[in-house]
């Protein structure tokens, strides 16, 4: 994720990133480093932070807090404000503000430079909060903007802001980081005595031969199991909608459907 940020910032001077996850991929973590380090590395830098809940949103700033408390060249900064809803520099002049959806007026009197919107599948009115908030971002150099989130549904914001992203339409480029990508969702890091009863694959269902011919590990099949069982109250469709394989899935996963969802994933 980084060095394709890194490349966009190369070729066009800013960061367009719509990026669709599995749960617990660590996607959030890496933007507010990102967000941090330019902060750091330009004057005047402001920052937004938006997440659908105010605790949500002041645990992502809580993020830029550690990276600054652990920043090696911290002496060399001065810090001018640490709230709860702001950190900000009086050497650089930049700052990160954070702020909840539910404020569909948050930051549409200010110049932003960078913007996370995390989780914003699940935003009340994201059409009017971007929209007001898209205005404050220059066309011109340096800026940011991330859209980040699991699925939930299909047809509203987000969802056609991957499409968009997907078909190449718009200026995002489009990110998908599905469960088995993710180095701790393997059978290793199941507890020894939760690891066995899912051990036995010598009867594997449809889905779970599809995913071994895409030359997925038994130790993924086994941590599937596990999680469909442990995390997703034993529900497959849960699974799907947590932690999907593709962008498809993780869309009709979490959407109403009038057909059932294997009948939906089996036909695509």
Same mark, same amino acid.
């Given at each position: 994720? %980084?060095?394709?940020?890194?490349?966009?910032?190369?070729?066009?001077?800013?960061?367009?990133? =719509?990026?669709?996850?599995?749960?617990?991929?660590?996607?959030?973590?890496?933007?507010?480093?990102?967000? &941090?380090?330019? #902060?750091?590395?330009?004057?005047?830098?402001? *920052?937004?932070?938006?997440?659908?809940?105010?605790? *949500?949103?002041?645990?992502?700033?809580?993020?830029?807090?550690?990276?600054?408390?652990? +920043?090696?060249?911290? /002496?060399?900064?001065?810090?001018?404000? #640490?709230?709860?809803?702001?950190? *900000?520099?009086?050497?650089? $002049?930049?700052?990160?503000?954070?702020?909840?959806?539910?404020?569909?007026?948050? $930051?549409?009197?200010?110049?932003?430079? =960078?913007?996370?919107?995390?989780?914003? @599948?699940? +935003? /009340?009115?994201?059409?009017?909060?971007?929209?007001?908030?898209?205005?404050?971002?220059?066309?011109?150099? %340096? !800026?940011?903007? &991330?859209?980040? #989130?699991? @699925?939930? $549904?299909?047809?509203?914001? &987000?969802?056609?802001?991957?499409?968009?992203?997907?078909?190449?339409?718009?200026?995002?480029?489009?990110?998908? +980081?599905?469960?088995?990508?993710?180095?701790?969702?393997?059978?290793?890091?199941?507890?020894?005595?939760?690891?066995?009863?899912?051990?036995?694959?010598?009867?594997?269902?449809?889905?779970?031969?599809?995913?071994? @011919?895409?030359?997925?590990?038994?130790?993924? %099949?086994?941590?599937?199991? +596990?999680?469909?069982?442990?995390?997703?109250?034993?529900?497959?469709?849960?699974?799907?909608?947590?932690?999907?394989?593709?962008?498809?899935?993780?869309?009709? !996963?979490?959407?109403?459907?009038?057909?059932?969802?294997?009948?939906?994933?089996?036909?695509?």
């Amino acid at each position: 994720f %980084l060095g394709r940020c890194q490349v966009q910032l190369r070729t066009n001077g800013r960061i367009r990133a =719509c990026v669709l996850k599995a749960r617990q991929i660590g996607l959030s973590t890496i933007i507010e480093a990102i967000i &941090f380090v330019m #902060s750091m590395l330009w004057d005047n830098l402001n *920052s937004l932070i938006i997440s659908h809940e105010k605790d *949500s949103a002041e645990a992502l700033l809580g993020m830029t807090r550690r990276y600054w408390e652990m +920043y090696p060249w911290k /002496d060399m900064h001065v810090e001018k404000y #640490s709230g709860k809803q702001q950190l *900000s520099w009086s050497d650089t $002049g930049s700052n990160v503000q954070v702020a909840t959806a539910k404020n569909v007026n948050a $930051g549409r009197s200010r110049t932003i430079h =960078c913007m996370h919107a995390s989780e914003v @599948a699940f +935003y /009340d009115d994201p059409e009017t909060l971007m929209t007001g908030l898209r205005q404050t971002i220059p066309t011109r150099g %340096l !800026s940011a903007v &991330f859209y980040e #989130s699991t @699925a939930n $549904g299909v047809g509203n914001f &987000f969802h056609r802001t991957c499409v968009a992203a997907m078909k190449n339409t718009s200026e995002y480029e489009f990110f998908f +980081y599905p469960w088995h990508e993710h180095p701790e969702y393997t059978a290793e890091f199941i507890p020894d005595i939760e690891r066995a009863k899912f051990m036995n694959l010598t009867d594997l269902d449809e889905e779970e031969l599809t995913l071994r @011919a895409m030359k997925l590990s038994d130790d993924r %099949l086994i941590w599937r199991r +596990y999680a469909i069982e442990n995390l997703c109250q034993g529900d497959v469709e849960k699974f799907h909608q947590e932690y999907p394989t593709t962008p498809h899935e993780a869309f009709v !996963s979490t959407g109403r459907n009038v057909f059932s969802l294997p009948d939906l994933l089996g036909h695509y």
